[in-house]
Each structure stands twice: as structure tokens, then as C-alpha cells.
């Protein structure tokens, strides 16, 4: 298992939280097949029927919802294909296994009008150093779709042009160019000027988003900046890092960006993934439809005459 692990690392550059998630699945999964630890775990002895209960007990006895069971079934998948390589296992015990339906989720986003308030909100410069930080963060995740892992991962020198492009490390520590619209890259300027001149970093720590002492941000600290500026604009529902990822693509999409380019900018793999956005687009289409197309007008001009008639009834 720990070389499995190390494979992830090192190959397939997954992240750590990714192997750690992996690394978890694939325990739970061995402590079941040996009752708990009763008996030593061995992989080549476990069969399509152990695999069965076992997916049966995460929906029965752990009460786990399908989507949480896939991930669980996709780690211990990708666990014995990499055994079934170094030939400790034969059988391809996944090849009758399929994922658990799950119902279609569509990503959490803020409206357009509600984001421009939070946006002007956030668009003139503090001198109070988290203030103007926890500002730079909302605006960077908006105005680029980063994930939160690759925020808190920026370096200073992976900016360019006057913090106007700027280069992404993502998933598989794949790279890519994103662009910054101009009063952001204006703040990041203004942000770290205010760095240099509390003397916020001392120790020549190059990461561009840091805590007051000077040292790179936690992934907790971001999310608790975002909760706490979406919620204070009235945000209902979901208030994390991702939402504003979210809203980054919805918007694009609904002031007719490609789907492609969109896809290129967040750093999907797979444009199957990036699809997800034109469900949460159907309302701008039937709006831009309703008020464009002949026969729409018409329609509701005829709902209005049926109304105005049976009140005169």
C-alpha cells in the first residue's frame, strides 16, 4: 500500500490531500475484508464477493450517500489495477463492479447582480493588512477561478506583466496561463506594497497570500476569509472558495464564453467536466429566449389579455 501510495506522489503527482484520501479508503476497505484486523490483509485472497458486501455495507450499515461510495470504490479500483501491474493480483475484480447512480448536483453560485455589490464592496484599497488581504483573495478567485489549493500556493514570481498573468499549478501539477483583469492585478500591487511596508514578511517568504506573521496561509484561514465576506453580503447557501469558482464559470459563460476556453482556464482534463455550467446557464437561456423570439412575445401578451379578461368576469 505504501508503495501504491508513493506511486501517486510521484507519478501521478496527486496532491497530498488526494493520496491521504486514497490512503483512507483503501484501510477502510482492508480493515473490512480482515474483519477489522482479526486476520493479516491479503490482497490476492480477496474476491468480487468481498467487494460486493463491502459496497453493500457502505450504503447499508454506514449509511454513506452513492457519491461518497464511488470515490471509495474509484480508490480501491485504482489500488488493484496498480496490483494487477505488479502482478501480486490476477483477476480483475472491478469487472462486473459499476458506480452507484447519483443524482445530478449542479454547482452552487452567486448571482451576477449580488457578486457586482461584493465586488465594488471589496474594489477600494485598505491599509489594514488582513483587510486588504482577505479583498485580494475574493477577488483572485472570482476574477480567475483558481482552486483554494492553488491560491494558497501562488508564489510571487508565478506573476507576470504587472500582475496581469498569472501561472497556475493545478491537478497533477499540471501549469497554466491565466489572465488578470486590470483593477485586480492593481490590487495585488497595492497588496503586496502594504507586505513591504509593515514589514509583514521578514523572512523573504516569496508566497503571495500570508497571515500577519508573515508565513504562507492555511487552507482553513482562506475559507473562513471567503465564508466570512459571501455571508456578509447576504450569500445564502454554500460560501466556500469553490462557489466563487463556480460563479467564475457560470458568469463567463452566460456572457457567451466559449465552453472550450472556459474548460482551459479552470484546468479540467475533460470538457465533460466544464459541461456542468450550461445546466446552471438554461435560466439566462430561456430569459434571452423569452424576450427575443416572436411567438414568446406573443404568448405572453396573450396570458396578460386571458388575465385581464377573467378579472372583468
Not at 207 to 221: A, D, N, V
Amino acid at each position: 500500500m505504501d508503495e501504491f501510495l508513493t506511486y501517486l506522489r510521484a507519478e501521478r503527482r496527486y496532491s497530498e490531500l488526494t493520496v491521504k484520501a486514497y490512503g483512507d479508503d483503501i484501510r477502510r476497505f482492508a480493515r473490512f475484508c480482515t474483519r477489522d484486523g482479526a486476520e493479516p490483509f491479503d490482497p490476492a485472497r480477496v474476491t468480487a464477493d468481498d467487494l460486493r458486501a463491502w459496497i453493500v455495507s457502505l450504503g447499508g450499515t454506514e449509511k454513506m450517500a452513492a457519491r461518497s461510495i464511488n470515490r471509495k470504490i474509484s480508490s480501491v479500483k485504482a489500488y488493484f489495477r496498480y496490483l494487477r501491474k505488479q502482478r501480486i493480483v490476477e483477476s480483475d475484480l472491478f469487472a462486473h463492479i459499476t458506480a452507484l447512480k447519483t443524482p445530478q448536483r449542479l454547482p452552487s453560485f452567486v448571482e451576477e447582480s449580488r457578486m457586482q455589490r461584493i465586488v465594488a464592496s471589496l474594489m477600494q484599497p485598505s491599509d489594514d493588512f488582513s483587510t486588504e488581504r482577505d479583498a485580494v483573495v475574493v477577488l483572485l478567485f472570482y476574477a480567475t477561478g483558481i482552486r483554494l489549493a492553488e491560491l494558497t500556493g501562488i508564489r510571487t514570481e508565478d506573476f507576470s506583466d504587472g500582475y496581469r498573468t498569472l501561472k497556475v499549478r493545478g491537478k497533477g501539477d499540471k501549469e497554466r496561463i491565466v489572465p488578470v483583469i486590470e483593477p485586480v492585478a492593481a490590487r495585488v500591487r497595492h497588496y503586496r506594497e502594504l507586505i513591504e511596508a509593515q514589514n509583514i514578511c521578514k523572512n523573504g517568504n516569496n508566497f503571495l497570500i500570508l497571515t500577519q506573521q508573515g508565513k504562507p496561509i492555511g487552507r482553513s484561514e482562506v475559507y473562513n476569509a471567503v465564508h466570512e465576506v459571501l455571508k456578509g453580503a447576504g450569500v445564502q447557501g454554500k460560501s466556500s472558495p469553490h462557489v466563487l469558482r463556480h460563479t467564475f464559470a457560470t458568469h463567463l459563460l452566460n456572457h457567451g464564453a466559449d465552453i472550450r476556453v472556459i474548460q482551459e482556464l479552470l484546468g479540467h482534463a475533460s470538457l465533460e467536466t466544464t459541461q456542468v455550467y450550461t445546466h446552471n446557464s438554461i435560466e439566462k437561456l430561456k430569459e434571452i429566449y423569452n424576450h427575443a423570439h416572436p411567438r414568446a412575445k406573443k404568448d405572453k401578451e396573450d396570458n396578460y389579455e386571458s388575465a385581464d379578461s377573467i378579472r372583468k368576469v
